[in-house]
């Protein structure tokens, strides 16, 4: 590590790489991709040090939904700014807290509630299965434990949400680490051999997980997936069938279902919460990513009535005792209610129905792509895969598609093969054509 002596004669890019450890990155990678210094952020638009102009049309790692600076949720938070800016949440609490406890609950017509705040993904994940494995303890079966997950699935990168992650770049470093877990097959409908329909994928795959639970029942705690969309997975897709095939065998052999909405929630699907497409709802639901706009870290797991009595008595040992530092942060939760009052004031998820059309229609070029295969969307988030005999090499593909798009003005970040945009509820549909236009400029330089 460099002592910088006079940083106004050191770019920002060079102090970065000396200075900060970047996540999810190689970084020796930056001797030859360079960093790129991001100085402020407008509507779906990004503005390096350079003031080149970038369309966001992954939403920052899909966590933007309304845009970068959006003077609504800039005001919520610097009105709560002025109020409190945190306070901890055990022992107290804040109107912002209450208030978006209440209306996420409504959302779910009050099947869901009793909401537990964390800060990311990640550990909400935590939150939902060490809940689900205390709740099993509380109630004398001790020897539910284990859990499941599907082949390909992502939950995060700590112990407990890698070790039902099943994605190999994030879990081999760390096997010796993690818990034992049970993976069953991925109902991804790109399975589907000739003739077949998404939803009889998703019965195979439910009949695979059925054999699972009647061998090991007795030993499992609950199952957790990422409802239609297997996002990090390559968004991998499928049929909601699969949802209600899976909630019925949850209440069939007594396991919970924990729904990771993390990144599939709040309107990616084409509904607030991906579940209600399959007409279901979990015994656990975590959100995070959307749920703040992009603004601040801010996730949480909702629960049921029934799992909340558990944890309810006298005895301090009998309570859920987990905390983070900036559990319930008022000013998250008070950018979250802006982004909640967004959804309603403006019909968001109405509008979406459209928006989610002009994207369809941006990208119908790849449907006739002989290059690309299994095109597939679902409201919001759109995806194709580059066929493996298209391309030149595989190692860099997805490195070198993300610069030919910085050329092309926009970012994206393919996961291996795959080309995905999740762009932020407010482009035009003459913004949604020309990313559709400029990512298939920058897959042409890359498969020349």
Same mark, same amino acid.
């Given at each position: 590590m460099k002592l910088i002596s006079d940083p106004n004669q050191t770019s920002l890019v060079d102090r970065s790489l000396d200075a900060v450890w970047h996540p999810c990155t190689q970084m020796k990678h930056h001797e030859s991709l360079p960093l790129i210094a991001i100085t402020k952020g407008k509507g779906a638009w990004l503005f390096d040090d350079q003031g080149n102009a970038l369309l966001d049309c992954i939403s920052s790692w899909w966590t933007n939904l309304f845009g970068h600076s959006n003077p609504r949720i800039n005001q919520a938070i610097?009105?709560?700014?002025? $109020?409190?800016?945190?306070?901890?949440? @055990?022992g107290f609490t804040h109107?912002?807290?209450v208030e978006l406890s209440e209306k996420l609950s409504a959302l779910t017509q009050g099947q869901l509630g009793h909401v537990f705040f964390a800060s990311d993904g990640a550990s909400a994940v935590e939150i939902a299965l060490k809940m689900s494995h205390h709740f099993w303890r509380l109630n004398n079966h001790p020897q539910k434990k284990k859990f499941v997950c599907l082949e390909n699935g992502y939950h995060g990168e700590?112990?407990?949400?890698?070790?039902?992650?099943?994605?190999?770049?994030?879990?081999?470093?760390?096997?010796?680490l993690l818990q034992d877990v049970f993976t069953v097959p991925s109902p991804d409908?790109? $399975?589907?051999?000739?003739?077949?329909? @998404?939803?009889?994928?998703?019965?195979?795959?439910a009949e695979k997980l059925e054999e699972l639970l009647k061998a090991e029942h007795h030993h499992i705690a609950a199952i957790i997936i990422e409802p239609l969309v297997q996002c990090a997975g390559q968004m991998a897709m499928y049929s909601p069938e699969y949802l209600r095939l899976v909630r019925a065998l949850c209440d069939r052999y007594n396991i919970h279902l924990i729904a990771d909405e993390i990144a599939v929630g709040c309107g990616r699907s084409g509904k607030f919460f991906a579940c209600e497409h399959a007409g279901i709802w979990p015994d656990f639901l975590t959100l995070s990513k959307g749920i703040s706009g992009g603004y601040l870290p801010l996730s949480l797991s909702m629960t049921t009535d029934k799992i909340y009595q558990a944890f309810y008595g006298d005895q301090l040992q009998q309570g859920f005792l987990h905390s983070h530092s900036y559990t319930g942060n008022p000013m998250a939760c008070?950018?979250?209610?802006?982004c909640l009052d967004i959804f309603e004031t403006e019909s968001v998820l109405?509008?979406?129905?459209?928006?989610?059309?002009?994207?369809a229609n941006a990208f119908a070029w790849a449907k006739v792509d002989p290059r690309i295969e299994h095109w597939r969307q679902q409201g919001m988030i759109l995806a194709f895969d580059v066929k493996p005999e298209s391309l030149q090499r595989k190692t860099i593909f997805s490195r070198e598609v993300f610069s030919a798009g910085m050329a092309e003005g926009i970012l994206i970040r393919p996961i291996g093969n795959t080309i995905y945009v999740m762009p932020p509820y407010i482009l035009s549909s003459e913004e949604t054509m020309r990313m559709g236009i400029s990512v298939q400029r920058a897959l042409n330089q890359v498969l020349v």
């Open positions: 610097t009105s709560q700014l002025e $109020k409190i800016e945190h306070v901890m949440l @055990a109107p912002p807290v700590t112990l407990g949400a890698l070790a039902v992650t099943d994605v190999a770049i994030f879990r081999e470093a760390y096997g010796s409908s790109r $399975k589907a051999q000739p003739g077949e329909s @998404a939803d009889d994928v998703a019965m195979r795959a008070a950018a979250a209610l802006a109405e509008k979406n129905i459209e928006r989610s059309k002009d994207l």
